[in-house]
């Protein structure tokens, strides 16, 4: 049976026919979407309006956000500037150092050849030398050589000479105090007059005249005094006074009484420091003092030899105090002592 053949114009008409149809529903779909969702907006801000708390509240974080900003832009300008700065300073610190080393290094080139200019003079120089030795007889030639070595002696004299200046220059002189006092002339004693030892740093004062009285007193007894008168010796020894004794001898010498006596420390730290003694008002050093008058006393100070120091103080201290001061030094292990064949103090 015969059958009609479907027109392809008829066919692609339907088929364009069809996709417009599907785009015109797509486009409705979307559109009742978009009214869907702009009408819930519109009903939510009906229902919850913005009051105008909330938005000062945004304003205000707005602004403070916008300071800080601000403030965080201005802080990053700064360090550009301050990093820009610092660049610049090292750049122009580079080119010096740039510069510093050019300098180093032309100087260092002079130098090199200055010394090869030297080290070359020198070599001709010895050549020459050297030349005009050979031309010499035996004897010149000694007498040359000779002056060389003379010559090159007095070059070392003089490098030698140069070393020792410089390192005197160096040293800084050991510079001693001295202590003068405008009264160096001495006189004998003709004033009253008290003892102090000053040995091994210490001061002590010796009751020299108690130790004396009391030592009188046992030769004067009856006893000792005929014993003396019939040529004999009488011997004694007295005290302690203030850390001291007196060992002494008594006899009849023509018509005289001749007396030795020694004073001897009870041990050999007696007395007190010469801090304790010049500081202290309570010190033994001190009370002694205040006993006696300046004007009418004279101070006589025995000083062994390993105080030397310690006396310069002491007799300073005097001086400045009005004392006259009569030093007497002594040897270690010599004891303090009076006797007929002494001397008087003489003091300044």
């Not at 015969?2 to 486009?27: C, H, M, T």
């Not at 707005?62 to 990093?83: H, I, M, Y």
């Not at 050849?113 to 007889?137: D, G, V």
């Not at 030592?215 to 004067?220: P, T």
């Amino acid at each position: 049976m015969y059958r009609n053949k479907p027109n392809n114009e008829d066919e692609s008409l339907g088929a364009g026919q069809d996709s417009f149809l599907d785009v015109v529903a797509n486009i409705v779909g979307i559109l009742i979407i978009l009214t869907a969702v702009v009408g819930a907006r519109v009903q939510h801000v009906i229902a919850h309006p913005v009051t105008v708390e909330e938005q000062s509240v945004t304003e205000d974080k707005s602004a403070e956000v916008d300071s800080q900003l601000a403030t965080r832009n201005s802080q990053l300008e700064k360090q550009v500037e301050q990093s820009a700065s610092e660049a610049a300073s090292m750049e122009a610190h580079a080119l010096e150092t740039q510069k510093t080393i050019a300098l180093v290094e032309a100087q260092a080139q002079a130098l090199n050849q200055t010394r090869a200019e030297i080290a070359q003079a020198t070599e001709e120089a010895k050549k020459e030398i050297e030349s005009k030795r050979e031309k010499l007889s035996e004897a010149e030639k000694e007498k040359f050589d000779l002056q060389q070595k003379i010559a090159q002696k007095s070059t070392e004299v003089q490098e030698l000479e140069k070393s020792i200046g410089y390192e005197m220059s160096q040293k800084k002189p050991d510079v001693k105090k001295l202590e003068c006092y405008p009264t160096a002339i001495s006189k004998q004693v003709d004033k009253s007059e008290v003892w102090i030892q000053v040995k091994k740093g210490r001061v002590a004062c010796i009751p020299s005249e108690k130790l004396i009285e009391s030592f009188k007193q046992v030769v004067m007894s009856p006893g000792n005094t005929k014993t003396m008168w019939d040529g004999g010796k009488v011997t004694a020894t007295v005290g302690p006074f203030d850390g001291f004794f007196l060992e002494g001898a008594a006899w009849k010498e023509n018509t005289n009484a001749s007396v030795d006596v020694r004073f001897i420390p009870v041990s050999e730290e007696v007395g007190e420091t010469v801090d304790e003694a010049m500081e202290s008002m309570e010190s033994s050093f001190q009370k002694l003092l205040r006993k006696n008058n300046p004007a009418t006393t004279v101070i006589t100070v025995w000083v062994y030899e390993d105080s030397f120091v310690q006396f310069q103080e002491i007799e300073k201290y005097l001086y400045d105090s009005g004392y006259r001061v009569a030093a007497r030094p002594l040897p270690n292990g010599v004891p303090i002592g009076a006797g007929p064949n002494g001397s008087r103090s003489a003091a300044q």
